[in-house]
């Protein structure tokens, strides 16, 4: 089996209910996510999952040079971050672009599919 990091992307700018159109949208979309979350559970394929604050909170830590520059993020100025991710366990990469295409439709989102490179 191979860890897999399906990471959902979302705008970097939030409206009322985030990206979603409505507050019964995004409750619906939360609720459809964590019935994905409840399937990878049963399924045996997660690992890890969790959402994140919005970009604009994320600090950025240099620590290559003598002393440790911090500044605030984000690092990348984008029209989109990452929102939120899962960290999977599959056997191969056609089950995980499966379950990626149920989280993506569960979180009405984009999601990336990467392996992990299996060296740690």
Known sequence: ?????????????MEEFG??????????SFADTGRFNDQLKA???WVFAG????ATTA???????E?????DGPYLETKEY???????DAPDLDVALKLAAEGSKACRGVVEVRPFDGLA
């Open 1 to 13: 089996m191979t860890h897999y990091l399906l990471s959902v992307h979302g705008p970097a700018e």
């Open 19 to 28: 990206g979603y159109p409505s507050r019964e949208a995004m409750e619906q």
């Open 43 to 45: 399924d045996g394929y």
């Open 51 to 54: 959402g994140l604050q919005s």
């Open 59 to 65: 600090t950025l830590v240099d620590g290559q040079g």
């Open 67 to 71: 002393t440790p520059v911090v500044t």
């Open 82 to 88: 990452i929102a939120g991710f899962w960290v999977i």
